[in-house]
């Protein structure tokens, strides 16, 4: 991953199989940090900030993003990039 300003954590299908977390939270209550990056939910340290992630998803979920890279900052912003289909559909 690169820094991840841009790709929103809840909202963007950034986790394996294009899974968007919005649709795979286990509590009906607002989610906090709604406009959260993927860079905005990791620590200062590289780490993912699981007390703001793991009571809202299941274990099932928490494995996938558990077996993410955190972004890297020193990597540059975001960049688009196609690794899909070859008939260019998700």
């Known amino acids: 991953m690169r820094n991840d300003n841009s790709v929103k954590f809840w ?7 294009g899974i968007i977390l919005q649709d795979h939270i286990n509590t ?3 989610l906090p940090h709604w406009d959260a990056t993927i860079g905005d ?3 200062d340290i ?9 009571p809202l998803i299941s274990h099932e979920i928490s494995a996938l993003i558990a077996g993410t890279e955190t972004p ?3 990597a ?15």
Not at 46 to 54: A, C, Q, R, T, V
Request: charge should be negative.
């Open 76 to 90: 540059g912003e975001d960049i688009t990039t196609w690794g899909l289909e070859a008939d260019e559909k998700f």
């Open 28 to 30: 009906p209550r607002q």
């Open 72 to 74: 890297i900052p020193e």
């Open 41 to 43: 939910m990791c620590s």
């Open 46 to 54: 590289g780490e993912w900030n699981w007390p703001n992630i793991l």
């Open 11 to 17: 909202q963007d299908p950034w986790l394996a199989a």
